[in-house]
């Protein structure tokens, strides 16, 4: 059954730091792994996701995740935190397509001055 | 991408009343899907709306209390039924849109934020 752990439900950076959120998941056929994020009172918005090709996957935003099978890992990070990133992120993972969706519990990741 | 807008945004409601929650899309889309979002927690599948046949639903959730309708390519309902505080949550429907270069993709409304007392 495929699952995914969303490593810290709250994270705190610096403007300008770097941002990096973790997510691991299991999975028992190559997944097709998303990053969504949710702003405040908002839907979720696509940032990337990985379907099989390039490992290395650049999304909106600045933000980029690596896809690593023997790690069975997917971070998303950012080199420099904005102000405007503060928000909900959640990593989901599907088994070979893109309709039933599995999310993990969602990362909070505060940015401060 | 599509463009998804579901009505009312927010709700609240007295329970034992039910709540019909619209999802509107801007393009023709195969497949529809419904989410739960309880206060605090991720996103939880309710269950997959196809044009023209039953919507499938996940385990846990059950059509009497969550009926669906799909009654053409651009809409969908979801009607949350004989309600209980419990049910207090953000409603989200999403859709998969078949992109250019054949990649399809998952997009999300807006989202409605249901309170029961």
């Known amino acids: 059954a495929q699952s995914v752990t969303q490593l810290g439900s709250h994270v705190s950076v610096s403007e300008g730091a770097l941002v990096l959120l973790r997510c691991n998941y299991s999975s028992s056929v190559p997944p097709y792994l998303f990053w969504y994020v949710q702003y405040p009172n908002q839907g979720l918005q696509l940032l990337l996701k990985?379907?099989?090709?390039?490992?290395l996957v650049k999304g909106i935003n600045g933000f980029e995740a690596e896809f690593k099978k023997s790690e069975t890992s997917f971070h998303l990070t950012k080199p420099s935190a904005h102000m405007s990133d503060a928000a909900e992120y959640f990593c989901a993972v599907s088994e070979g397509g893109y309709n039933k969706l599995i999310f993990g519990a969602g990362t909070r990741l505060a940015v401060h001055p | 991408s599509a463009v998804i807008s579901q009505k009312p945004s927010r709700d609240i409601c007295q329970r034992g009343t039910s709540l019909t929650i619209q999802c509107q899309v801007d393009s023709q889309v195969t497949m529809m899907f419904w989410y739960r979002q309880q206060p605090g927690q991720s996103l939880t599948l309710i269950a997959t709306a196809n044009q023209g046949s039953e919507a499938t639903y996940e385990s846990g959730f059950v059509i009497d209390k969550f009926p669906i309708s799909r009654p053409n390519l651009t809409f969908s309902t979801l009607t949350v039924s004989n309600m209980s505080p419990e049910d207090s949550s953000i409603y989200l429907c999403?859709?998969?849109?078949?992109?250019?270069?054949?990649?399809?993709?998952?997009?999300f409304g807006p989202g409605t934020r249901l309170t029961v007392l």
């Open positions: 990985y379907t099989s090709a390039a490992t």
């Open positions: 999403s859709v998969e849109e078949l992109l250019a270069g054949g990649e399809d993709t998952q997009y």
